[in-house]
Structures are given as C-alpha cells and as structure tokens.
C-alpha cells in the first residue's frame, strides 16, 4: 500500500542554521508533491509544490528538492527564524482525487 | 476575499446527537474535501468533492456524510456522534485539480462526551 512516512519527532535547530526536513514515499511514484506548513490552532498553508520533472525548486528562504529515485522529497529553511517554529506537511500525489498528507514534522527554531 | 469558511470554530455535542460542519468557499473551486486531524495521526480524508453533485468516499467516511448542492457550499453532517469522532475538522478547496494549492479553512474543535 501507499505510504508517506514524514519524522514524527521534532526537529530542533538554532536560529540562522539550515532547517532540513524529509518525505519519503513508498509503493508508487507521484507526479508532484505539496509542501504545507501549519500552525497550532490553524488550518495548513500552501507553501510549495514539485513536479516529478523539476529537481529543485525554491522560494524566498524555502528550497524543495525531489529525487524519484529516492522515492524523498527534502524540504529546507535557510537562515531559520524562530516564526518558522511551525509543523510542516507534505503531500505527496498519490493518484486519488484528493490530497493525502504525511503526519507532519514540528520544527522548533531556538532563539 | 473570504478564502474558506468554517462554521462553528467549537462545538460539544453529547454522544448520538446529529450536527452538520458547514464549509463554504468564495472562490469558485470545483475541489473541496474535508479531514479530521488527531494528534501525532496527521490529516485523514473523510470525503471529497470534484464539483457539485459529486461526492467520493476518503480513508475514514464512517459515521460522516456530505452532500455538495452548490459549487460554494460542503457541509460534513455527522450522522450520530460517538467520542471517536472527537477532532479537529479541516475543510480544503482547490481550484481544479490537487495538483495545484489547496486552502484551507480554520477548522472546527469538536468534542462528544
């Protein structure tokens, strides 16, 4: 069966390193992953999404990369602030008609 | 611009009372679904929509139903409500398609004791 497997545990970093976070995905091969970030209380925001044939794609301090052969998506915050203390999704296609997440990973930014 | 809307933000209901979660979008997307959101289980799929009149059945519809009248509107009605359905209620719409950004409403808090 389909799975996506994002690490359930926080990931804790100081504040200006390189926050990296990982998606794996396996049994089938999407066409394009979403990232997502979510704050407590609210509802997941858009962030970036990848297409199979893109490598890489980026946004302001957000880089996604995308290795099919992997079956992982990476998803890195660079020079991180405390207000990217959030739990950030990913949601791999899995051919349904609608989106299907990982768990989600909390990042936590120290100051 | 409104985005999604959801209605209540908190509710409590006692164990086998029926309410409706209502979900509206201003946007005009063809897609919207709806997911619960437990702690450390991510967000399940109950149901979803690919334009009004069609509805499909996600990974956890038991005990949930919808019905999609209007292109804005996807209430979730849930049909007796047991303590297992205790969550946070996301409804999401997309324009045309997942493959492109979702929104998603605030939520809604419920609780049945």
């Known amino acids: 069966s389909q799975k996506i497997e994002q690490n359930s545990e926080a990931l804790n970093i100081q504040e200006g390193k390189t926050a990296t976070l990982t998606c794996n995905y396996t049994?089938?091969?999407?066409?394009?992953l979403q990232w997502y970030r979510q704050d407590p209380g609210r509802g997941p925001v858009f962030l970036l999404l990848i297409r199979e044939n893109e490598k890489e794609k980026r946004k302001e301090r957000l880089k996604v990369t995308f290795d099919t052969t992997l079956k992982q998506s990476l998803f890195h915050i660079t020079a991180s602030q405390p207000a990217d203390s959030a739990t950030y999704l990913c949601?791999?296609?899995?051919?349904?008609?609608?989106?299907?997440f990982g768990s989600g990973t909390r990042l936590q930014v120290q100051p | 611009n409104a985005g999604v809307t959801q209605t209540p933000k908190f509710q409590v209901l006692k164990t086998g009372q029926s309410m409706t979660l209502q979900c509206a979008q201003d946007?005009?997307?063809?897609?919207m679904s709806w997911y619960r959101q437990d702690p450390g289980m991510g967000l399940r799929l109950i149901h979803y929509s690919v334009g009004a009149g069609i509805t499909d059945q996600g990974e956890v519809p038991n005990g949930y139903n919808v019905s999609r009248s209007t292109t804005e509107d996807f209430p979730l009605r849930l049909l007796s409500a047991a303590p297992s359905q205790t969550s946070v209620y996301f409804c999401?719409?997309?324009?045309?398609?997942?493959?492109?950004?979702?929104?998603f409403g605030q939520g809604t808090r419920l609780t049945v004791v």
């Open positions: 049994n089938y091969s999407p066409a394009y």
């Open positions: 999401a719409s997309s324009p045309y398609g997942w493959n492109t950004e979702a929104f």
């Open positions: 949601a791999p296609d899995t051919g349904r008609r609608a989106l299907t």
């Open positions: 946007m005009n997307h063809e897609y």
